[in-house]
């Protein structure tokens, strides 16, 4: 019904603006009798006597076209107006289903940047990287909470001003932690900082949606061309409970960098530049922990067998050394994420691979039909062409061992390795496609691999 209504619609405005063009060309080639026979002029009259009736003639025929021109400009503005009123009611009926099928192209959906920042006043790397990349600030409006009250850091960000939104988490309080606990207090005022400052995205500001940053993460170009793009699928893929811009292998000569457009769905949160939305909070902040909270999310009561998108190529660099964390990671592997440096215009592509029945499918193919080998035979140079090639484990020790001598990050939360999918993660070595993955026939991670 809705096509023959817009064609209706169309065919309505054509006649419209067509019939006006024939309106001027007819009135304005129209004969009249008063100004034939001036045109002659009077028998006996002559010089300007004669010139000045045509003149007059001719003024008061412009003047009759005019006004019949404009009678029938309101006629037609009436009929128009019409065609309005009835297009009003089809949308109010629902008859217009073509616009809410794409809400992103009709509506685009606001996603706020919530920066989490304390006393680093290096906030400044993030947030000069976030405007100079941020394609429109109504779309995209930033938001900094602040903990820990520190001077120098709130001067920086009040530098900004109306660029960006300043929120202050209110309560500065030490909390009382186990014994065995005292060395994590910065933890766990982080996450009360954390469920602090969602509730205030979400619940305050009332936005559906967020991405958040941590101050000391810089951004790539597309950073937000790449959670625009994933926002529809995030919200339509029961499957999905986050979006990521980072590779936690994703060091120089473990990604391919002609592969800036490749993405991954993974079963490992990763954080450090993610997006969620309201319904996920309004699931996870009943039961929010004290601390730790990042770990908390990569257990199988929180992830509930649910997948995040992973670039292969990181979106985020983090050059934050000094944390409550001490470094940890930081010197081996975090200094050297490789950051994406070509625009990718994700929002132009199909991104449909990345939904679960048709990845699964692609991706039984793609690592279980590479042939296994061993780090010997990678290490040797022997192997012919790029991959991909399979490694395989079948036990945490040895996955453990062969992802040492590997390259790439070796631990494992809850079973589950950094940036895999269903056991396998995958890296370049030495410019081969690798998978390291378990047997065949994989059904589940086992939590007490950790």
């Not at 600030?137 to 938001?143: G, K, M, N, R």
Request: hydrophobic share 35%; charged share 25%.
């Amino acid at each position: 019904m809705l096509p023959k209504r817009s064609s209706l619609i169309i065919f309505g405005a054509f006649i419209f603006v067509a019939w006006n063009v024939i309106l001027i060309f007819v009135f304005m080639r129209r004969p009249s009798s008063q100004g034939s026979l001036d045109s002659h002029g009077e028998p006996g009259k002559t010089g300007d006597g004669a010139e000045g009736g045509k003149f007059a003639n001719i003024m008061k025929e412009v003047m009759r076209v005019a006004d019949a021109f404009e009678a029938e400009l309101e006629s037609q503005r009436k009929i128009l107006l019409q065609i309005q009123n009835q297009w009003s009611v089809w949308e109010n009926k629902g008859g217009v289903t073509a616009a809410n099928q794409n809400v992103e192209h009709s509506s685009p959906v606001v996603i706020p940047i919530l920066v989490i920042a304390c006393n680093r006043v290096t906030v400044k790397r993030c947030l000069d990287k976030l405007i100079e990349h941020r394609p429109s600030a109504e779309l995209y409006p930033i938001i900094v909470s602040q903990d820990c009250g520190h001077a120098e850091t709130s001067d920086v960000i009040a530098s900004y001003g109306s660029q960006l939104t300043h929120i202050k988490q209110p309560d500065l309080s030490d909390i009382s932690v186990p014994a065995q606990h005292k060395k994590f207090q910065g933890y766990y005022k982080i996450s009360r900082h954390y469920r602090w400052a969602l509730n205030q995205v979400f619940n305050t500001f009332s936005y559906s949606t967020v991405v958040l940053v941590e101050d000391d993460l810089e951004v790539a170009s597309d950073f937000f061309e790449y959670f625009r793009s994933l926002h529809p699928i995030l919200k339509s893929d029961p499957t999905l409970w986050c979006v990521s811009a980072w590779n936690d292998n994703g060091r120089e000569g473990f990604v391919d960098p002609g592969k800036a457009s490749l993405l991954y769905r993974t079963d490992f949160f990763p954080g450090l530049g993610w997006m969620l939305t309201k319904d996920l909070w309004a699931e996870l902040e009943p039961k929010w922990p004290a601390s730790f909270w990042d770990d908390w999310m990569r257990h199988p009561d929180q992830r509930r067998d649910r997948s995040c998108i992973r670039p292969e190529i990181s979106r985020t660099l983090t050059f934050g050394r000094k944390g409550v964390s001490l470094g940890q990671f930081y010197d081996k592997y975090l200094r050297f994420i490789k950051l994406n440096t070509e625009f990718v215009p994700f929002t132009k592509m199909d991104l449909s691979y990345l939904e679960k029945h048709k990845y699964d499918e692609s991706f039984e193919k793609e690592v279980y039909g590479a042939p296994v080998v061993t780090v010997e035979d990678l290490q040797s140079g022997k192997l012919s062409g790029s991959g991909p090639f399979r490694v395989q484990y079948s036990s945490p020790d040895r996955f453990k061992t062969l992802a040492r001598n590997l390259g790439v990050m070796d631990d494992l939360k809850s079973g589950v390795p950094r940036a895999g999918y269903r056991g396998a993660v995958s890296f370049l070595f030495r410019g081969k496609r690798v998978y390291l993955a378990p047997p065949a026939g994989w059904s589940q991670y086992d939590p007490s691999w950790s």
